[in-house]
């Protein structure tokens, strides 16, 4: 999360400058504090009002300024920083850096921060290409500076190619990242996601509610915790995540195949999708046309896929999910019980802002050994982040459970 985190937003003197406004007020949004400072350049393109009335601070623009409420700036800001930020990031900049050129407020509080620094290069595509910026890029990437690739489109200077700031969401997903302890490194979790879709000819379709929000939260926050997440996901109008393995798929019967393809290597299963239960027998090659009466639609039951990977998952951990309308906790830990689930999310969707569709849940997390932990009304970003606390739980109970002595042998 990046509320309360103290960034340090680097501006240089490119076209994508003016993005900087808009980066400015999402970290803002998010409650993070902001201090911003410019290289000479940059204020040619944006003034630094702009940048201090949205940052709530003075800008810094020059290391001979007389002092506000930093003593000795570019030291200062070093150290206050959690991450610096440099965006857009010129080919200028970047060569300074990888030179080791410390002659203003914004090289200078590179060279001296230990926070982490993120580079987003925006140029010319030739300027990107050139094999020097490339070789400077690989330095720093090298010495653990870390870059952003350009987003890829029509340039200001109208060629077209790799040169575009990232956009504005990708910025902040790669910084919340960056900003994530990873307490689930060397975890391979595999995430299902979203609806599925059981049709019954080319133009029409039985599914459920399930826009894939909880799903993707917890994809991108167990990514974000360090883990090599593949995301299998049914038809939803959410973007891709990043740095994601994805697996898009549609029925139950592909969400199955998938699953199982991937499974192997999984450490951790987590099945926040709403599969059908049923299928259509049939499935019409052409239109069904409208009768006179009614239309009778044979079902047939489909998969239980959490039930199969319950009977082959070993030493993986497994997550299921609960959707009940009564009897929740009953419900939920008998399913938990027959499909030999570690943890069941029981959502209550009677309740206003649980379950389907809403950017928000309220869940119980209940596990086999018996605990209910009560999670009120939250986004389901901090939701996912409370189940994969507990995952990360039954992880270092495994770990630090006392191993069996070798039996002793004679010589
Ligand atoms: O996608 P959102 O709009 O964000 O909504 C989130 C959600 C409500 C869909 C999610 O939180 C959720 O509860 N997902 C599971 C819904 C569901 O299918 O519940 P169930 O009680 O029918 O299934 C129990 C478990 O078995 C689930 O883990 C489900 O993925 C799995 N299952 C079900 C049927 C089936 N044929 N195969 C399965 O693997």
Do not use: W
């Not at 039985?206 to 038809?235: C, D, E, F, Q, W």
């Amino acid at each position: 999360m990046l509320k309360g985190k103290k960034i340090v937003l680097g501006i240089t003197g490119g076209i994508a400058a003016y993005k900087s406004a808009e980066l400015t007020r999402e970290f803002i949004k998010k409650e993070a504090f902001v201090r911003v400072i410019m290289t000479k350049n940059a204020t040619e393109f944006i003034t630094p009002l702009t940048l201090q009335t949205l940052s709530g601070h003075p800008v810094f623009t020059d290391m001979y300024a007389p002092l506000t409420d930093f003593d000795m700036a570019h030291i200062s800001l070093a150290e206050y920083a959690d991450v610096i930020l440099i965006a857009p990031a010129t080919a200028n900049i970047i060569g300074k850096i990888a030179s080791g050129l410390a002659d203003d407020i914004l090289t200078t509080t590179v060279m001296a921060t230990k926070a982490p620094v993120l580079i987003c290069p925006a140029m010319n595509v030739n300027m990107y290409n050139n094999a020097v910026v490339k070789e400077n890029i690989s330095r720093l990437t090298a010495l653990g500076y870390l870059f952003m690739v350009p987003g890829y489109g029509e340039l200001a200077c109208k060629a077209e190619g790799y040169g575009r700031l990232p956009e504005i969401p990708d910025i902040v997903e790669e910084l919340e990242s960056i900003l994530t302890p990873k307490d689930l490194k060397g975890e391979k979790i595999l995430v299902t996601a979203g609806p599925t879709r059981e049709p019954f000819d080319p133009v029409r379709y039985i599914t459920n509610y399930s826009s894939g929000k909880m799903g993707y939260a917890l994809a991108i926050a167990a990514k974000r915790r360090g883990a090599h997440v593949t995301l299998i996901s049914g038809p939803t109008a959410l973007s891709t995540p990043r740095d994601i393995k994805f697996i898009p798929v549609a029925s139950a019967v592909d969400m199955r195949d998938a699953v199982m393809e991937h499974l192997d290597s999984a450490t951790v299963v987590i099945k926040a999708a709403a599969v059908a239960d049923y299928r259509p027998s049939l499935r019409s090659a052409s239109k069904i046309k409208k009768g006179g009466g009614g239309l009778d639609l044979q079902l047939e039951r489909n998969p239980d896929i959490i039930l199969e990977v319950g009977r082959k998952k070993g030493n993986r951990i497994l997550v299921g999910f609960a959707v009940e309308t009564e009897n929740l906790v009953e419900n939920a830990r008998s399913k938990m019980k027959k499909k030999n689930m570690d943890i069941i999310v029981a959502n209550d969707v009677t309740k206003k802002g649980a379950g389907f569709g809403y950017d928000t849940n309220i869940i119980k997390i209940i596990s086999a050994d018996g605990k209910i932990e009560n999670v009120p009304l939250m986004s389901k970003m901090a939701v996912a982040d409370r189940i994969l606390d507990r995952v990360k739980k039954i992880i270092t109970s495994r770990q630090s459970a006392p191993r069996r002595r070798p039996a002793f042998r004679d010589r």
